[in-house]
């Protein structure tokens, strides 16, 4: 499942992480590739450690946790701390796909990979090229969302990103271990969830909603890990 959120970001958040990411130092992206990506890596991030990642990192973190089609979505168990890149004019990054485990700093904690998260933080009018591109069984998904939107994909997908012409693009980029690891499973759950909440704003009394409500936890008690 692919899922566009727009506005994941306020106003105010975005202001205040483009302010920082303006000025924020900026090291070679291969530093967190494993072998066959950083062969076709060509881009810069912030240091993991560095202060204006945590910050930011907080930030992104804060406010994927109280936007609710985050939540339904991805079912989140653990999250990556978010990272940070820039392509310039030139950059790029070939057709690769995730790490399945990534290493949480020098914490020593391990997450697995399930949901692969890109969060904007340049507009579309800000750089040609960029669009990342990520491929499924149903075809080819290219995506450009507006400054603030966050596009949630499964971390087992082929994808990349195509080389900037024009501009750059600065994006927070992040996975979750999910309660629900398989995609197939999660997608099911995101439907009966939303379908849930559409009857019972309809129908806020109808004695379906308590007995599907009680199906969705059902089905998570049984596929979740926790
Ligand atoms: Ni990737």
Known sequence: MLLQIPG????????HGQRLLASAEWIDGRVTAGHQSSQ????????????????????V???????????????????FPPLFNCYEVGDGFGTHVDNAIRAVGS????I???VSATLFFSEP????????????????????????????????????????????????FFWIQSLV???GKRALLFDLDNAIRRL??????HQSVVQLTGVYHNLLRSWAEV
């Open 181 to 183: 690891r398989d995609d």
């Open 40 to 59: 076709v890596k060509h881009n810069r991030q912030l240091a993991e450690d560095s202060a204006t990642a945590r910050e930011l990192g907080k930030l």
């Open 107 to 110: 914490s020593g904690a391990r």
């Open 125 to 172: 009018s800000d750089y040609d090229g960029g669009e990342l591109v990520v491929e499924d069984t149903y075809g080819t998904h290219s995506v450009k969302l507006p400054a603030g939107s966050i596009v949630l994909y499964p971390a087992s997908s082929l994808h990349h990103v195509k080389a900037i012409s024009r501009g750059r693009r600065i994006a927070s």
């Open 8 to 15: 994941v970001l306020t106003a105010q958040e975005l202001a």
């Open 200 to 205: 019972g704003a309809d129908h806020p009394s």
């Open 61 to 79: 973190v804060g406010a994927i946790s109280r936007n609710p089609l985050f939540i339904s979505a991805a079912l989140p168990n653990r999250i």
């Open 112 to 114: 697995r990979t399930d």
